[in-house]
């Protein structure tokens, strides 16, 4: 079956750190990968998404590789800021992308 | 991308009580799901809320228990059924447009549910 499985939390850095949260997936066939954000009190945001192996995905200084062979889609940022401070989920959909299956999610803190 | 509202935003509730959340979405969307995200945990999906036809619910989830109305494209609602404290969550709405336009699903808000 389908299943994400992330690094557990917390993860506390100081400012202008550089952040890795690891993520590996098992999936049959091949999914689209997804780097979700949720802010204290708010919903949760698409951050990044790769829909197929090699792809990266990048936004607001985050990227994250579709590593097929080693089934993983580490999420890394070069340096930090407070104002990135939330919970991340790392996220797998079908083929058909009627279904998501989401990562137990990390917290991050950061001091400044 | 899509604007999706929840309504209400948080709530206090009695044990045995029942509370319906309602989903409005700004703009037609295939499809629409419930999700639950329980204190400190990441999200399960409830159910797959179908438009005119009853929803699709996933392993450990009931109509009885989570009762999901979708009467058109843009909206839905999800009751939570006879409240225990172990109801006690974020509920969340979220929308899928055409899989092959837009790979990704947006979210609302959520509902965050305290149940006494």
């Known amino acids: 079956g389908n299943s994400v499985t992330q690094m557990e939390g917390p993860v506390t850095l100081s400012e202008e750190a550089f952040l890795t949260i690891n993520c590996t997936y098992t999936a049959t066939g091949y999914p689209s990968l997804f780097w979700y954000v949720q802010y204290p009190g708010e919903g949760l945001q698409l951050l990044l998404k790769?829909?197929?192996?090699?792809d990266k995905g990048s936004n607001k200084g985050f990227e994250a590789t579709y590593r097929k062979e080693t089934t993983s889609f580490h999420l890394e940022k070069g340096s930090v800021q407070v104002s990135d401070s939330a919970v991340y989920f790392c996220a797998l959909s079908e083929e058909n992308f009627n279904k998501f299956y989401f990562g137990s999610g990390t917290k991050l803190n950061v001091k400044p | 991308s899509a604007v999706i509202s929840q309504k209400p935003s948080r709530d206090i509730c009695q044990r045995g009580t029942s509370l319906t959340i309602q989903c409005q979405v700004d703009s037609q969307v295939t499809m629409m799901f419930w999700y639950r995200q329980q204190p400190g945990q990441s999200l399960t999906l409830i159910a797959t809320?179908?438009?005119?036809?009853?929803?699709?619910?996933e392993s450990g989830f009931v109509i009885d228990k989570f009762p999901i109305s979708r009467p058109n494209l843009t909206f839905s609602t999800l009751t939570v059924s006879n409240m225990s404290p172990e109801d006690s969550s974020i509920y969340l709405c979220?929308?899928?447009?055409?899989?092959?336009?837009?790979?990704?699903?947006?979210f609302g808000p959520g509902t965050r549910l305290t149940v006494l």
């Open positions: 979220s929308v899928f447009f055409d899989p092959y336009s837009y790979n990704e699903q947006f």
């Open positions: 790769a829909t197929k192996a090699d």
């Open positions: 809320a179908n438009q005119g036809s009853e929803a699709t619910y």
